[in-house]
């Protein structure tokens, strides 16, 4: 019986075979390997294989490239025991220096060759960049819904529904938002380090021109009134959102939200998972019901899906489907860190930019 090879991948002109390694010391993570198919014998490059995302320095005692990785990657670098950094020591015939566990600093890859090192610098990035995927998300861009209008709206409506569909199933408090951090969220991060989320609020600060040439400089009036349900069936609901539109009826706030994700995309910073973003103000949520910690931010938090118990939504669609929370004018965005409350109850802010 034939073996099939493992497929082969193409990164920045070089060839590697993809391996898939189980690594006790990641609990059972699957470390995924790219694995040269031979180190270069030519010292130069040609111009496709060039390494042209770091600088490559000429030493005195051969070529040297530094470059920032944030410190929770390192393991996935180093290996179990070590193995993966000397495996890639090995194939390339460099040496690669990483800080100590928990020192923010930079990867140093030294060797005798210039392609030598510009193939280790590629497989360290596609380490990097594959176990950077999996790390769970820090941050989140978000238009805040908090307005002390909303709230109260918002706290009426929850007010009513338990009057009156208490009795359905499903229905009960601890499934509600927080009303201090009722949100819409544009899009989430994965932001490592102090570095990263400068990084990111650079980014945010690059976004305040194109947002004020689509608000005319002025903040955007928004009516919080509606509600919408995720799920296929209404008496089986994970999450009811309120509907959230700019006052004029125009698309402002949608072309903003879509933008912005363009902008963090581009940058390298988030990942797209729709072609436009869904806008919408989370009011009721399952995840909450047994981890109030838990946030609605687009992740499926610390329960597996089937571990959610759905609650029946057709009363509350039947009676409040048109309720209104609110108007207001929103005028902030901000880059919100997860699992945190300011004093006003809403999340931490690490950066934000005025529509204004």
């Given at each position: ?65 530094a470059f920032d990785v944030p410190s929770v990657l390192y393991k996935y670098i180093i290996g179990k025991k070590g193995e993966t950094r000397r495996r890639l020591e090995f194939d390339t015939k460099t040496s690669i220096s990483i800080p100590k566990q ?255």
């Amino acid at each position: 019986m034939d073996v099939l090879r493992p497929p082969l991948i193409k990164i920045n002109g070089r060839i590697y075979r993809r391996n898939i390694i189980k690594e006790e010391h990641y609990r059972g993570e699957e470390e995924e390997d790219f694995s040269c198919m031979g180190p270069p014998e030519k010292e130069e490059l040609s111009a496709d294989e060039a390494c042209d995302t770091y600088l490559i320095e000429q030493t005195d005692k051969g070529y040297r490239c530094a470059f920032d990785v944030p410190s929770v990657l390192y393991k996935y670098i180093i290996g179990k025991k070590g193995e993966t950094r000397r495996r890639l020591e090995f194939d390339t015939k460099t040496s690669i220096s990483i800080p100590k566990q928990g020192v923010e600093g930079q990867i140093v890859i030294t060797g005798s060759h210039k392609a030598a090192v510009s193939s280790a610098v590629t497989r360290v990035e596609v380490l990097v960049e594959s176990f950077r995927k999996k790390q769970p998300f820090t941050h989140f861009l978000s238009f805040p819904l908090n307005d002390p209008k909303i709230q109260e709206g918002f706290l009426r409506f929850k007010d009513e529904v338990l009057k009156q569909c208490s009795q359905d199933h499903g229905v009960e408090q601890s499934i509600f938002q927080n009303p201090a951090k009722l949100h819409l969220t544009i899009g989430t991060l994965a932001l490592l380090n102090d570095m990263e989320v400068r990084k990111a609020c650079e980014h945010l600060t690059e976004c305040q021109n194109f947002i004020r040439d689509i608000t005319e400089g002025k903040p955007l009036p928004l009516v919080v009134s509606g509600i919408e349900y995720m799920n296929d069936d209404p008496a089986m609901v994970d999450v009811l959102y309120a509907k959230v539109s700019v006052k004029d009826r125009s698309n402002k706030l949608q072309v903003i939200a879509d933008q912005l994700v363009e902008h963090f995309v581009s940058a390298g910073l988030m990942v797209r998972e729709w072609d436009r973003v869904k806008l919408h103000g989370t009011v009721m949520n399952t995840l909450f019901r047994k981890d109030s910690t838990v946030e609605d931010l687009g992740g499926q938090g610390r329960q597996t899906m089937n571990e959610r118990e759905a609650f029946n939504a057709r009363n509350i669609l039947k009676n409040f489907g048109a309720y209104c929370f609110g108007e207001f004018e929103l005028n902030t965005v901000l880059l919100s860190q997860r699992y945190s409350t300011d004093c006003t109850g809403y999340y931490t802010s690490a950066g934000s930019i005025n529509l204004s």
